[in-house]
């Protein structure tokens, strides 16, 4: 199990433009989350999704939204970006009702010229 | 509304002094504490939760709900303890749990 695995790696984009994380969770996990990690900062929570559906959402704008697909696997969507949206992304996943055991993957560093 | 505080950027230790990492939170709810470490160049991962009252890899941490803290110890720093330490505050909502994480400490182990 390579557990949890986030694509692209790194990339960046101009102002306006939109972008979308990918995310795989480790085997047996359903439940996937997102965070954003700016530098010097710990990682703040964006949303949760379990069953496809957004279970639970940090206070973070509508430009933020996601997919959960049958396979549990998920995207991150951030439409008209800004260069605040510059960070890290981190993508963890848990198993079903326990959703403090959570595995990170390694994150994508998305850089907003 | 929940939150995490670490008032320490970054601390530095000695090899073999003891170590306390700072943690305090506010939370209205019952909280489940946990605190994650991140290696030089590795992932975020989970070190240990108040729960379990467990000891991983020397490092304690005790639940003080008087002082809403949540302090990691370990009596002997080692090197290979060097890293990012956060502190996280876990929530129920509607049967799902969400996580705030504080902001982080960089533990420095001096040789």
């Known amino acids: 199990d390579a557990g949890v695995t986030q694509s692209p790696t790194h990339l960046i984009k101009t102002r306006g433009q939109q972008v979308t994380l990918r995310c795989s969770p480790k085997s047996g996990h359903d439940t996937v989350s997102w965070y954003q990690q700016a530098l010097g900062q710990g990682p703040q929570f964006i949303f949760q999704?379990?069953?496809?559906?957004?279970?639970q959402r940090g206070n973070f704008p509508d430009r933020f939204s996601g997919h959960q697909f049958p396979n549990y696997s998920s995207e991150l969507n951030v439409n008209a970006l800004l260069l605040g949206d510059s960070a890290l992304y981190l993508c963890?996943?848990?198993?079903?009702?326990?959703?403090?055991?959570?595995?990170f993957g390694p994150g994508t560093r998305l850089t907003v010229t | 509304a929940q939150r995490v505080t670490q008032p320490e950027k970054l601390l530095s230790v000695f090899k073999g002094a003891p170590v306390e990492l700072k943690c305090n939170y506010s939370?209205?709810?019952?909280?489940?504490l946990f605190w994650y470490v991140q290696y030089s160049r590795q992932r975020l991962q989970l070190l240990l939760r108040?729960?379990s009252r467990e000891s991983i890899k020397g490092f304690t941490a005790d639940l003080n709900k008087g002082e809403t803290s949540f302090h990691l110890k370990k009596p002997f720093a080692q090197e290979e303890d060097s890293a990012m330490y956060y502190c996280?505050?876990?929530?129920?909502?509607?049967?799902?749990?969400?996580?705030?994480f504080g902001t982080g400490t960089k533990l420095q182990v001096i040789p």
């Open positions: 996280a505050l876990s929530a129920s909502s509607g049967g799902y749990q969400k996580v705030t």
């Open positions: 939370y209205s709810g019952s909280p489940e």
């Open positions: 108040h729960i």
């Open positions: 963890a996943s848990s198993p079903s009702g326990r959703g403090y055991e959570q595995y």
């Open positions: 999704y379990y069953e496809e559906e957004e279970r």
